[in-house]
Structures are given as structure tokens and as C-alpha cells.
């Protein structure tokens, strides 16, 4: 099973943020799947939950980690994973 990385109270409540508030879906969507994988769900329940393609998820899910320092949560073009 995949799971994100852990990730600290502060990233969680930045993510939470995020996923309330950023203009782009898919920044939303990939800080929701990140939220999702810290609370135990597993790919597949995400990928349910978001009815999103589970290999997208699953790439945000491993190797990328979610500040927005690093530019993970920019928005990128249409059609882009």
C-alpha cells in the first residue's frame, strides 16, 4: 500500500489550507489526497473518494512532498498530472 510521507502538524494545516482555499482544482485535489493517505485511506479509497486516475494519485502520493516553497502546489496547465 502507498501512503504519503508523514508530514508535520504544520504541513498538515497548510495542506488543509490549501485544499480549502487555493483557485486551482488539482492543487486542491492533491493536498486532499495528501490529507486522505495521513488519515489511514488507502489509494484506492482516494481514488473513489476523488474519482481521480489512481496513477496520478499515486505519483503525488510518493516523492513529491506537499510546500508550497518547493512549488509542488503550483498550478500547472490544463491537461497537466
Same mark, same amino acid.
Given at each position: 500500500?502507498?501512503? #504519503? =510521507? !508523514?508530514? +508535520? ?6 495542506? *488543509?489550507?490549501? %485544499?480549502? =482555499? *487555493? /483557485?486551482?482544482? @488539482?492543487?486542491?485535489?492533491? /493536498? *486532499? #489526497? &495528501?490529507?486522505? +493517505? =495521513?488519515?489511514? %485511506?488507502?489509494?484506492?479509497? &482516494? =481514488?473513489?473518494?476523488?474519482? #481521480?486516475? @489512481?496513477? +496520478? &494519485? +499515486?505519483?503525488?502520493? !510518493?516523492?513529491?512532498?506537499? !510546500? ?5 502546489? &503550483?498550478? *500547472? ?5
Amino acid at each position: 500500500m502507498k501512503f #504519503a =510521507q !508523514t508530514v +508535520s502538524k504544520e504541513v498538515q494545516q497548510e495542506l *488543509h489550507k490549501i %485544499y480549502q =482555499q *487555493h /483557485a486551482c482544482f @488539482r492543487t486542491r485535489q492533491r /493536498a *486532499h #489526497a &495528501i490529507l486522505l +493517505s =495521513q488519515r489511514g %485511506y488507502t489509494l484506492n479509497q &482516494i =481514488q473513489d473518494i476523488l474519482q #481521480a486516475d @489512481r496513477d +496520478s &494519485i +499515486s505519483v503525488g502520493l !510518493t516523492g513529491l512532498m506537499p !510546500t508550497v516553497s518547493q512549488g509542488w502546489m &503550483i498550478c *500547472h496547465a490544463q491537461g497537466d498530472p
